[in-house]
């Protein structure tokens, strides 16, 4: 499939990635399930921007899914997670756009302290459903030249994102931002070996 | 039998009432799926949230034996075949936990034919299992049998074509879904048109699904056989690219892509709506290998691009072929018979096996091999 499920913007503080917006476009999972996939993603989109760093680009292949992060110089982050049909190149483009856009309409004061509910920012809805088709982004694939030389690093799974030490099993059971409900749908993918796809 | 299995049952048959009522109490269930629970909490398993049914995965095992039990005793003793119309529920709840047992949509089928039960409502309760498993072929299989018992004009085939759009959507490859909506093509062909526009859509989102890519030269296939064309279009600018991308000389008017493609022929001894038809496949084959050319640009090297571009220059040179050779072209020879043929005396064919020839060595095999192309004579 070539489809785009998730779109965040987070700052990247000293301690932990704070979430300033997030859109989600879930309808392909089915209905029960949507809770819990919002929830993971969200969850997967935190920990890889707190474990990207400043001034870098990571593309990180999560079973069907693909998360794409960048991170700026400043600290701003953002994360999409669609699927790796979606070319890499236009999910980057996208990255920068939305970011760009963010600065621009937000004052970099706000980031720090900012939480979803008190930034003004609304058109992470309309980008995730406007580039639900790659084409969409011809405009922008002329940019694609002048992305700046930034290295996208892939990485074939979460846990090569995570630092020495750390278990995605653990970091689950502890998430307090995941539901228990969350919980049983992680525990039952993984067990048909089939994490993240829920069917 | 022990405490325990009492208590296991009457819970059971409780649950099975409760999925049953939410059946009943709402005809516009939507989807059915399994819940993945941990452990056993002490409330109804059975959710139903904005017309969506759920259970939850620790009583789906239970339940799915117990109702299996129940039919199967009721099926044994049951004298002749004659069931009561509590088996309904169990049947239901089976059905929806693992919809591949046959027998029990056999059962169902015999209830119909008693009129038992209502063809809407099994229309609805297999669409509803297809939303638990989009690969049911048993519940495809079912709707098929179901349909003979509709009247003609209360049919509504694009509702099919829908459920085939969402099952092909959750699940990839999925060929249930793909040769149901052949077998709804076949009666419906009035959807053609629309099914062309569909298929595009569904590749863009779906570009390493073969499946769809197949059904899409089906399509094609199936516009040629019966003859349909556009009677609106007089311009065939997909096939007047393809051509021009071959040949130096290039051509305009749609005289001149006829006088290309079919040198030999004698206009006023050809049937007008052949030839129609001739030029709309061509046109829409024409289309799909810029379209594949397109997708190979924007996402990179996919197998499912290179194969549905052969398939479709395989229909135009195939067709090219049988047209110059029988102009009465009702009967279709296999190619490997127009072996025989002189594509020497059509510029537009040899300038083509020119040009593919020189897509690599893998490719001048399959042209030789599909097209008949002879590249022995490494004159060309």
């Known amino acids: 499939m070539v489809k785009l499920y998730a779109l965040c913007v987070f700052f990247k503080g000293p301690s932990e990635g704070r979430l300033l917006k997030a859109a989600y476009d879930l309808q392909s999972f089915s209905f029960f399930q949507r809770g819990a996939v919002q929830e993971f993603m969200g969850f997967a989109s935190k920990t890889i921007v707190e474990r990207t760093q400043a001034a870098s680009r990571q593309s990180v292949k999560q079973d069907a899914y693909m998360c794409h992060v960048y991170v700026r110089a400043d600290n701003l982050g953002g994360v999409l997670i669609g699927d790796h049909e979606y070319p890499q190149r236009v999910a980057h483009t996208l990255l920068t756009k939305v970011l760009d856009d963010f600065t621009a309409k937000v004052p970099a004061d706000q980031w720090s302290t900012g939480t979803e509910s008190s930034i003004a920012f609304t058109q992470l809805p309309a980008y995730l459903s406007k580039y639900q088709d790659p084409r969409e982004a011809d405009a922008l694939t002329k940019m694609q030249n002048d992305l700046d030389e930034t290295k996208i690093i892939l990485k074939n799974t979460i846990e090569a994102v995570l630092e020495r030490g750390e278990k995605l099993d653990d970091m689950v059971i502890k998430s307090e931002n995941l539901s228990i409900q969350s919980k049983a749908f992680y525990k039952t993918a993984k067990k048909t070996n089939s994490c993240c796809s829920f069917s | 039998m022990e405490i325990a299995d009492i208590e296991n049952d009457v819970l059971c048959e409780k649950i099975i009432n409760d999925i049953n009522a939410v059946l009943t109490r709402d005809p516009d269930v939507t ?32 339940v799915y034996d117990f109702s299996h039990k129940t039919i199967l005793a009721s099926k044994l003793s049951g004298s002749k075949y004659i069931y009561n119309d509590s088996l309904v529920k169990y049947l239901n709840c089976a059905l929806l936990i693992n919809p591949d047992v046959t027998t029990f949509w056999h059962i169902r089928r015999q209830l119909v034919e008693k009129n038992k039960l209502k063809i809407q409502k099994e229309f609805q309760f297999a669409a509803l299992v297809l939303t638990k498993k989009p690969k049911a072929s048993e519940a495809f299989a079912y709707r098929r049998w179901l349909y003979p018992f509709q009247s003609a004009e209360s049919i509504d085939w694009s509702i099919e074509i829908g459920i085939c759009d969402r099952c092909a959507d959750k699940s990839l490859s999925n060929y249930h879904a793909w040769s149901h909506r052949q077998w709804v093509l076949e009666r419906a062909s009035h959807l053609l048109r629309s099914e062309i526009l569909h298929t595009e859509k569904f590749i863009k989102k779906h570009i390493s699904d073969y499946s769809c890519y197949h059904y899409r030269q089906f399509v094609l296939q199936t516009i040629f056989d019966i003859c349909y064309y556009d009677k609106e279009q007089n311009e065939y600018n997909s096939l007047r690219d393809f051509i021009n991308f071959y040949l130096v000389d290039g051509v305009s008017s749609v005289g001149e892509i006829i006088q290309t493609l079919l040198p030999n022929i004698d206009l006023n001894a050809t049937n007008e709506d052949k030839l129609k038809c001739f030029l709309y496949c061509c046109n829409f084959a024409a289309y799909d290998i810029k379209f594949c050319d397109d997708l190979k640009n924007l996402f990179g090297f996919r197998e499912s691009f290179e194969n549905h571009r052969r398939a479709s220059l395989r229909f135009i040179v195939e067709n090219c072929m049988r047209f110059n050779s029988s102009v009465e072209c009702y009967q279709q020879p296999p190619v490997s018979k127009l072996s025989k043929f002189d594509y020497s005396s059509n510029a537009f064919l040899m300038a083509l096996k020119k040009s593919e020839g020189m897509l690599g060595e893998q490719h001048r095999k399959w042209c030789s091999l599909f097209l008949n192309f002879d590249y022995s004579d490494n004159s060309d």
């Open chain 2, 31 to 62: 989807s059915f799926e399994i819940i993945p629970t941990l452990s056993y909490q002490n409330k109804s398993p059975v959710i139903h949230v904005e017309h969506n049914l759920g259970l939850e995965s620790w009583c789906a095992k239970h």
